[in-house]
């Protein structure tokens, strides 16, 4: 319930109300008779004095220095996304600058590869074996090795098996082996030679220093180039 003001009045014919206001009614009271108010609790506003000039700059400079203050952290913001982008860029240009420079190498590689591969068919030997044999009666074996392909240098073989079962000769030089030339591996067994079995791995190169070997099998007097490997 609204809280109400009574203001009394003293006449003849005795003290009455006069005028009933409410909390919201603005009044004016002149003090010459005695007020009676009433029990309950009166709330009186007041009006708020005003701001003095210095109050109210104050408060804007305040206001203005908040505005400034957000606006400062937005761009402080804005401009640690900026900076992590731009390095994020940078970090994608090296890797695609890395990435090029890997396939121009790798196109390097092969063209490199490919240029090999002419250059060796143009000064690649081919050996092969025209009228190996033996002697049995001395148990002397030779074993021809003749080239079709362009010259070769012989530098010397391994033995792969058959360790002490023949010797073959051996030159304290390489020996070239001429385009549709030959040289022969003369030695003995130590058995006869068509009960003699061993493999070695001969080596040589071209001449641009490519290097080759293959395999050769001598198996009960017979011979048989098994394989050639360029490396």
Do not use: C
């Amino acid at each position: 319930m609204q809280d109400n003001i009574a203001i009394l009045k003293n006449t003849q014919s005795g003290i009455v109300a006069d005028t009933v206001i409410t909390l919201n009614d603005t009044i004016s009271l002149d003090l010459k008779q005695h007020l009676i108010l009433p029990d309950n609790e009166i709330v009186v506003y007041t009006k708020q004095e005003p701001l003095s000039g210095i109050e109210y700059w104050g408060l804007w400079i305040a206001a203005v220095a908040a505005v400034i203050a957000m606006l400062s952290s937005v761009s402080s913001i804005k401009k640690l996304f900026k900076k992590d982008e731009e390095q994020q860029q940078r970090i994608n240009l090296q890797q695609q600058q890395i990435e090029g420079q890997q396939n121009q190498i790798n196109e390097l590689i092969k063209l490199n590869k490919l240029f090999e591969k002419r250059v060796r068919m143009t000064v690649k030997p081919h050996l092969w074996s025209n009228g190996s044999g033996y002697n049995g009666t001395d148990q002397t074996i030779h074993i021809k090795l003749d080239n079709r392909g362009e010259i070769a240098f012989y530098k010397g073989f391994e033995t792969l098996e058959g360790e002490g079962a023949f010797w073959l000769q051996e030159w304290d030089q390489d020996i070239p082996i001429k385009k549709d030339g030959y040289i022969q591996l003369s030695g003995n067994t130590a058995a006869h030679p068509t009960k003699t079995y061993f493999r070695i791995k001969i080596h040589y190169y071209d001449s641009e220093s490519f290097n080759y070997e293959t395999i050769i099998e001598w198996n009960n007097g017979k011979v048989r180039f098994l394989e050639t490997n360029e490396l």
